[in-house]
Nanobody, 124 residues
Framework: QVQLVESGGGLVQPGGSLRLSCAAS????????IGWFRQAPGKERDFVSV????????NYADSVKGRFTISRDNAKNTVYLQMNSLKPEDTAVYYC?????????????????WGQGTQVTVSS
């Protein structure tokens, strides 16, 4: 069974950090670009970051550049999103997704597999 499972979400104060993990089962992430998206209450789901299957190229939404870092460990079949200097506006459900592409797409329709999401709440 093909599955992506996110973990690492939680409640954190403004300025704090969290590391999200996206673990795959039932398939290998080696030949997939992995993206992170987020959806805040009452808003559409937005692109956050993506990493190509070789890990050589990353891309970030302007709102998270310089604060978030995406990385992957193909040996562990896992992709990470390190989130630093968190702000209340980062509060959302975060999803990871896999696209069988060399490039790193930012559009949702390019992705085949999605996780169930993990909640991140930034509040004092």
């Amino acid at each position: 069974q093909v599955q992506l499972v996110e973990s690492g979400g939680g409640l954190v104060q403004p300025g704090g950090s969290l590391r999200l993990s996206c673990a795959a089962s039932g398939f290998t992430l080696d030949y997939y670009a992995i993206g992170w998206f987020r959806q805040a209450p009452g808003k559409e789901r937005d692109f956050v970051s993506v990493i190509t299957w070789g890990g050589g190229t990353t891309n970030y939404a302007d709102s998270v550049k310089g604060r978030f870092t995406i990385s992957r460990d193909n040996a562990k079949n896992t992709v990470y999103l390190q989130m630093n200097s968190l702000k209340p506006e980062d509060t959302a459900v975060y999803y990871c997704a896999a696209a069988p592409l060399r490039v790193g797409p930012i559009r949702e329709y390019r992705y085949d597999y999605w996780g169930q999401g993990t909640q991140v709440t930034v509040s004092s």
